[in-house]
């Protein structure tokens, strides 16, 4: 365990989970993300050119160079604005669409709400405001969300669920129950379309259909495999026994492969965001053949960011470019050919 700051206000919070990320190993131990399973039929015959291959997709309105998100990941205190604005200029630079951390701390204290504010070096870029949809529970409402939304002039909202994470953490909010019907406010009343995010351990298909019919407009899965955030809180322990309780869960979850499948399956008329242990473009297209229409990274792009944006935009360009080899190399000419492409299990291919 690591010395968590003292006194676990929202602001400390945010000041371990960005240290805690950068200095210790809070990945998956065993629990992967699925994608390892699916692998694409190699066309050494493309019959087109590398040039020719578009990754362009429209995402609420707005045209993305390539459909890479960086995941919603800090604000709340002096380093995460640091590591937001690095961020937000390579996302400009390279047309792609970037999440804010969880606005709670510059809802509650204003004078943090330029941790979060990057539309003055991001003004053209796909920006998704962010509340916690526990806070719903906890006196906000559809007020607070347009809070988020307006300031940072945000295209979208993502509702975060991170039920586990709460649970875990000794002061957690803990009450998830009776959360679809304000959900449902929220989804009326806000003034851009809303989006479930899961933080790493994916959504189930009833989740995915209940959501839908509350009116969210796309579905984040951020399926397990990448970043477990009860290997973050275990680091955050104040106590042997809350260490102990929230590395219990160090593998729980449902796979990112699995989880796209099964917002596919609830929810097959709205958009499907794929996250949750994503490397590469590899694996972009991967999750894009299985139902997303993007793909989002957080680990990768923090560790960029707190280097420099010129690092975070070498990153987009490397997944870009991966992406865009392996479309060639499966034969799909565009990002709507990609989702029709038939991935290979990897069982299959051994039994054959």
Known sequence: MTKVTDMPTTENRKVDHIRINLEKDVQFPRLTTGLERYRFMHQALPEMNLSD????????????????????????????????????????????AMGLGSQRAGIEKPHLA??????DVAPDILLFANVGAVQLNYKYGAEQCQK????????ALILHFNVLQEAVQPEGDTNFAGLLTKIEQVCKNVSVPVIAKEVGWGFSEQNARDLANAGIAAIDVAGSGGTSWSEVEYHRSPTAFHARVAASFA?????????IQYAVKGAPNIQIIASGGLRDGIDIAKCIALGATAGGLAGPFLKAADES???????????STQLRIAMLCSGAKDIMALQKTTLLRNEDILRC
């Open 53 to 96: 291959v578009d990754t362009r997709v429209t995402l609420f309105g707005k045209i993305l160079s390539a459909p890479i998100i960086i995941s919603s990941m800090t604000g709340g205190t002096d380093m995460a604005y640091r590591i937001n604005q690095h961020l937000a200029k390579a996302a400009q630079t390279q047309g792609v």
């Open 114 to 119: 330029y941790t979060y504010q990057v539309r």
């Open 148 to 155: 988020a939304v307006d300031m940072i002039e945000a295209d």
């Open 251 to 259: 593998d729980w979850g449902i796979p990112t492969a699995d989880a």
């Open 309 to 319: 944006t010129e690092a975070v935009d070498q990153l987009i360009r490397e997944i």
